[in-house]
């Protein structure tokens, strides 16, 4: 493979790792947010109804808001592992320019393209548009390595 092509899949290698890299920051951040939002929001609640914290009522409040917002993290977190994972092994292919990441990350990057375009529908944004560009490029860069591979 041309020394070129192996730069560019070694660049989309660096770009997915860094958005799996990001997504498990912004996950943290949230996580954090989240984490201490709840409870404060609980005890607003509480407060805002003239509840005793103390008596069983309030507390079962409490309780279920911070099991429900528990479930959901989880699931967010979840979500975040798996799509940072999915882009880890998509950058590990890639710099190893193995046959199978590049199909990987075609399907991958192609697959947000009309969600990008149709979020510019609503509202065009220099981010929406770097993004839309971004994947664009990705997956022009990638068919074009699979098709000289070939």
């Known amino acids: 493979m041309a020394a070129s092509r ?11 790792a860094l958005k799996g890299a990001l997504v498990l920051i912004a996950a943290g951040i949230v996580f954090r947010l989240l984490h201490g939002d709840l409870q404060h929001g609980a005890e607003a609640i509480v407060k805002h109804f003239h509840l005793n914290p103390a008596r069983h009522y309030p507390g079962v409040f409490a309780a279920t808001l911070a099991d429900f917002g528990s479930a959901h993290k989880l699931a967010l977190s979840l979500g975040a592992l798996a799509y940072a994972a999915v882009r880890f092994v998509e950058a590990y292919g ?3 320019a193995r046959s199978w990441a590049w199909g990987f990350g075609i399907i991958s990057a192609a697959l947000y393209l009309p969600f990008e ?3 510019l529908t609503q509202r065009v944004t220099w981010p929406a548009i770097t993004v839309l560009l971004l994947n664009a490029g990705v997956v022009f860069m990638l068919w074009r390595a699979r098709a000289s591979a070939s």
Do not use: F, N, Q
């Not at 192996?6 to 997915?16: D, H, N, W």
């Open 94 to 96: 890639l710099w190893r």
């Open 6 to 16: 192996t730069r560019e899949l070694r660049a989309v290698a660096i770009v997915e």
């Open 117 to 119: 375009l149709a979020e």
